[in-house]
């Protein structure tokens, strides 16, 4: 369940919503404490400078200090804080806790919790200079007394601050993210159920190809990455069934290819055993032949194995390959010759050197030749070109035989692979030729295609790269 998609969505967007409401709610908590810090300091300002104006003007008024102990009293109710009025002298003339009047006061007396003035200055009503302010009439300079205030009012605005924060908006955030969360709860399940369903249906698929079946596909109209990954996966299905096919029929071609001449060399030994036939020149040809054919097909099989196995690294160096087209006619002109073929080679005078491994292109050369005159009937003609395509020399073998069907085309390079089956002991091969060919094309860095038309031949066509001048 941990380890599940659907609960590491859940828990990615249950984690996104807390980490989103934590952070709002610390910069709104934050706000609203400056707001009221700011605003404490204000009022605090207006209602000092409010008690310094009314003390001025008693002072003033009454032309003395008495009685304004009382005044200092309802103000220190009003206020929530500790109000100490002193003459010029120190003394205390009014105190909102009424312990101090009288006596000299110091504002660095233990346990009170006020600051001391600053010496020398004037407060205008307006400054934050400390608790301490200096009390003159407004039509005169003369100072009259000091003026003392507790900070308690703008701690106070502060602790009420985070009480409404914590309490009430707080609150409010506390829900929103528990409908956030359930919100996330309901959309996590559509999403992972939308997201799911084609990953199971993948998984389910890929168990059964993990057990042979390779008829399973996946049908998912999806057009992001999922579908993506349904297409890829159907693809690799499609690839490995196809794979599959031509195993099955590799290895049955295998059992057939071998058990032909195995058969044969059997019933030819056991006809001279038993006297039917004696061990004259020609049986001993027959067998030979058997075993040449037999031997062929393990050797094309050996050297497919080796390519196929990337084991076979060629020896590339510098070579004309019009020598090479020229040396392959001539081994291959009496073949065509006894068939009643015409062999024929197109070759500028100009082709430049080609990087290759002699012995592995002869072979190509040899195998698509073969190839021609095996599928071309008496009186036709195979031609040979070649022509410089930029960093490349392109080779073309053109026969006028019977061609390939357009159904065969895809699969002509495959083991075994065979147009007609009927053929498969008349022409000779192993079937293996065009597939060495196209391994061996492909070592040197180049491709080989093939074009047909059914009933007016086929054209093979590869490419090897030019030799790079250093």
């Known amino acids: 369940m941990i380890h599940s998609l659907q609960f590491r969505l859940l828990a990615a967007f249950a984690l996104v919503i807390l980490i989103t409401i934590s952070s709002i709610f610390f910069l709104i908590s934050q706000a609203t404490i400056a707001e009221v810090r700011q605003f404490g300091e204000r ?30 009293e309802q103000w220190g109710e009003l206020y929530k804080q500790r109000i100490i009025v002193t003459d010029i002298t120190g003394t205390t003339i009014a ?25 020398g200055a004037e407060d205008t009503g307006t400054g934050t200079e400390g608790f301490g302010r200096l009390l003159q009439p407004p039509w005169e300079r003369e100072t009259i007394g000091m003026l003392y205030i507790s900070p308690g009012l703008l701690a106070d605005s502060e602790r009420v601050a985070l009480q409404i924060i914590y309490s ?36 389910a698929a890929a168990q059964s ?40 029929n590799m290895v049955a071609d295998v059992a057939h290819e071998l058990r032909t001449p195995l058969s044969n060399l059997r019933g030819y030994l056991e006809a ?19 075993a040449m054919l037999l031997s062929r ?81 008496e009186g036709g003609t195979i031609t040979i070109d070649a022509r410089e395509c930029q960093n490349w020399v392109q080779v073309s073998v053109t026969d006028t035989g019977e061609g390939i069907p357009p159904e065969d085309l895809p699969n002509i390079f495959e083991r075994f692979y065979r147009v007609d089956k009927s053929r498969a002991r008349a022409t000779g091969g192993t079937g293996l030729g065009l597939t ?6 492909e070592v040197h860095g180049g491709k080989i295609e093939v074009q047909s038309e059914l009933g007016k031949g086929s054209r093979f066509t590869f490419t090897i790269p030019v030799f790079a001048q250093s």
């Open 436 to 441: 060495i060919a196209k391994r061996l094309v």
């Open 168 to 203: 009430k908006i707080g609150r409010f955030f506390l829900w929103g993210g528990l409908i956030a969360v359930g919100i996330a709860l309901a959309i996590t399940f559509f999403m992972s159920r939308r997201i799911l369903s084609p990953v199971r249906a993948l998984t």
């Open 272 to 290: 001279v055993h038993d006297g039917i036939i004696k061990p004259d020149v020609d049986t001993i040809h027959s067998l030979n032949e058997e």
């Open 95 to 119: 105190d909102s806790k009424k312990e101090l009047v009288g006596k000299p006061y110091s504002p660095d007396s233990p346990g009170m919790l006020i600051q001391s003035p600053r010496k």
């Open 43 to 72: 009022f605090e300002r207006a209602y000092t400078g409010k008690m310094r104006a009314d003390l001025s003007r008693y002072y003033s008024t009454q032309g003395g200090w008495e009685g304004i102990q009382p005044v200092v």
């Open 209 to 248: 190809l993990g057990r042979g079946d390779f008829s399973q596909r996946v049908q998912i109209k999806d057009k992001g990455e999922v579908g993506e990954l349904t297409n890829a996966f159907n693809s690799m299905a499609s690839d490995l069934e196809r794979a599959e096919s031509l195993r099955r």
């Open 297 to 377: 097909l393990v050797d094309d099989l050996q050297e497919l194995s080796l390519v196929e196995a990337d084991k076979i690294k060629p020896t590339r160096q510098p070579e004309q390959i019009a020598d090479l087209i020229k040396q392959a006619m001539a081994t291959t002109q009496s073949q065509a010759t006894a068939k009643g073929l015409s062999l024929t080679a197109n070759l500028p005078d100009n082709l430049p050197p080609v990087d290759i491994d002699q012995q592995r292109i002869a072979q190509v050369l040899h195998n698509l030749i073969e190839n021609a005159i095996a599928h071309t009937s």
